[in-house]
């Protein structure tokens, strides 16, 4: 409701409303209206005589989640290593078995990253199990690369999401540090970013289709880092007709890693 000239009228009376905390009194669009349980004063039909004998007022505040403060994150993977496994920075510690930090050698030379762990990564504690990362196991194979000997697996978010739920912005926020530094350990020459999630959360964009975002090599943090964005494997397996797709895209992977350096 909006009421300035009312507003007015009942403070020249000398009865006490409600007005939101930070609200401009010299504005015509000052907001009267009251808390749910807030007592105020009558409709004034006649001037009144005394100040409404109330107790005070609730005041609504709203609260807006700060982004977690800066840390400084150690810098060697064991380290870092540890930091994550006690982090609780966002809401997603509240839920998880355990963080899910990311696996392979710290000399790999490709990372792939993920949206966030679900529930068989929750349980297990390795990014990319299940169906999902036998395919992507399948898919790196065919390109001569392991998780085991060359290429380093990781998400935005180190904890599960809530019903597999994709990372909310300020989640991958709070988590952003800890990605930040395994890349820059790792100094990988590419990272691969899977599925249309976890390529905004990289590329620091909202909402953009993996449509926009696949086909060009993109760069990924101070260091520049090359960025190439494809399918997500669990996508694929919904959709197996766009696995001809993922596959020119391995190519590319390929073909760029071995004019980088031979492996
Ligand atoms: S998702 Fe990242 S920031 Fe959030 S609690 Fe887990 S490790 Fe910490």
Same mark, same amino acid.
């Given at each position: 409701?909006?009421?300035?000239?009312?507003?007015?009228?009942?403070?020249?009376?000398?009865?006490? =409303?409600?007005?939101?905390?930070?609200?401009?009194?010299?504005?015509?669009?000052?907001?009267?209206?009251?808390?749910?349980?807030?007592?105020?004063?009558?409709?004034?039909?006649?001037?009144?005589?005394?100040?409404?004998?109330?107790?005070?007022?609730?005041?609504?505040?709203?609260? @807006?989640?700060?982004?977690?403060?800066?840390?400084?994150?150690?810098?060697?993977?064991?380290?870092?290593?540890?930091?994550?496994?006690?982090?609780?920075?966002?809401?997603?510690?509240?839920?998880?078995?355990?963080?899910?930090?990311?696996?392979?050698?710290?000399?790999?030379?490709?990372?792939?990253?993920?949206?966030?762990?679900?529930?068989?990564?929750?349980?297990?504690?390795?990014?990319?199990?299940? $169906?999902?990362?036998?395919?992507?196991?399948?898919?790196?194979?065919?390109?001569?690369?392991? $998780? $085991?000997?060359?290429?380093?697996? +990781?998400?935005?978010?180190?904890?599960?999401?809530?019903?597999? @739920?994709?990372?909310?912005?300020?989640?991958?926020?709070?988590?952003?540090?800890?990605?930040?530094?395994?890349? @820059?350990?790792?100094?990988?020459?590419?990272?691969?970013?899977?599925?249309?999630? +976890?390529?905004?959360?990289?590329?620091?964009?909202?909402?953009?289709?993996?449509?926009?975002?696949?086909?060009?090599?993109?760069?990924?943090?101070?260091?520049?880092?090359?960025?190439?964005?494809?399918?997500?494997?669990?996508?694929?397996?919904?959709?197996?007709?766009?696995?001809?797709?993922?596959?020119?895209?391995?190519?590319? =992977?390929?073909?760029?890693?071995?004019?980088?350096?031979?492996?």
């Amino acid at each position: 409701m909006r009421h300035p000239r009312r507003l007015d009228y009942l403070r020249a009376l000398g009865v006490q =409303v409600w007005v939101p905390r930070g609200s401009d009194r010299g504005r015509e669009d000052v907001d009267v209206s009251p808390p749910r349980n807030a007592v105020v004063a009558a409709p004034v039909a006649a001037p009144v005589a005394a100040t409404v004998a109330a107790p005070l007022p609730d005041v609504v505040v709203t609260v @807006r989640e700060r982004p977690p403060p800066p840390i400084d994150v150690p810098q060697d993977w064991d380290g870092l290593r540890a930091m994550v496994k006690d982090c609780t920075r966002c809401r997603l510690c509240e839920t998880r078995t355990q963080t899910v930090f990311g696996v392979g050698p710290s000399e790999a030379t490709l990372m792939i990253v993920g949206e966030g762990p679900g529930a068989d990564e929750d349980a297990q504690g390795e990014p990319f199990v299940g $169906r999902a990362g036998k395919l992507l196991d399948e898919m790196l194979a065919a390109i001569g690369r392991s $998780r $085991r000997e060359n290429t380093f697996i +990781a998400n935005v978010v180190k904890c599960r999401p809530p019903g597999n @739920r994709d990372p909310q912005a300020d989640e991958a926020e709070a988590c952003r540090p800890y990605l930040e530094q395994q890349v @820059r350990l790792l100094k990988p020459r590419l990272i691969v970013a899977l599925g249309k999630v +976890a390529a905004n959360r990289l590329l620091a964009t909202s909402d953009q289709p993996l449509s926009k975002m696949r086909g060009p090599m993109h760069h990924y943090g101070p260091d520049r880092t090359p960025l190439f964005i494809t399918y997500h494997p669990a996508y694929l397996l919904r959709s197996p007709r766009e696995k001809a797709k993922s596959w020119e895209d391995l190519k590319k =992977v390929w073909r760029f890693l071995q004019q980088e350096a031979p492996v």
